[in-house]
Nanobody, 114 residues
Framework: VQLQASGGGLVQPGGSLRLSCKAV????????MNWYRQAPGKQRELVAT???????DYADSVKGRFTISRDNVQRMAYLSMNSLKLEDTAVYYC?????????WGQGTQVTVSS
């Protein structure tokens, strides 16, 4: 199983980014997909979840600003991030529970700075 995250970058406060995560080696449509983030000096936290049937859930800190979505044909998960804040700066990871374990992508850096 491989998860390949991309789309991070440098953006000003109030800006937008879309992260992508491609899954290889699993029957993608059967698995939930998660986005986590880890800021310097802080624990990794769950940002957003999308289940196999498309239900979504978000951390309170990103509700109304971030949107998680999936494309089962392309085997992709996305995190659209709007109204970015300085405190959104972190390495973002995609994750999926599969085969009795958890698999992680390599992380993509998001830096919000003026």
């Amino acid at each position: 199983v491989q998860l390949q995250a991309s789309g991070g970058g440098l953006v000003q406060p109030g800006g937008s980014l879309r992260l992508s995560c491609k899954a290889v080696g699993i029957n993608f449509k059967l698995h939930a997909m998660n986005w986590y983030r880890q800021a310097p000096g802080k624990q990794r936290e769950l940002v957003a979840t999308i289940t196999s049937d498309g239900s979504t859930d978000y951390a309170d800190s990103v509700k109304g600003r971030f949107t998680i979505s999936r494309d089962n044909v392309q085997r992709m998960a996305y995190l659209s991030m709007n109204s970015l804040k300085l405190e959104d700066t972190a390495v973002y990871y995609c994750n999926t529970p599969a085969r009795g374990s958890y698999f992680w992508g390599q992380g993509t850096q998001v830096t919000v700075s003026s």
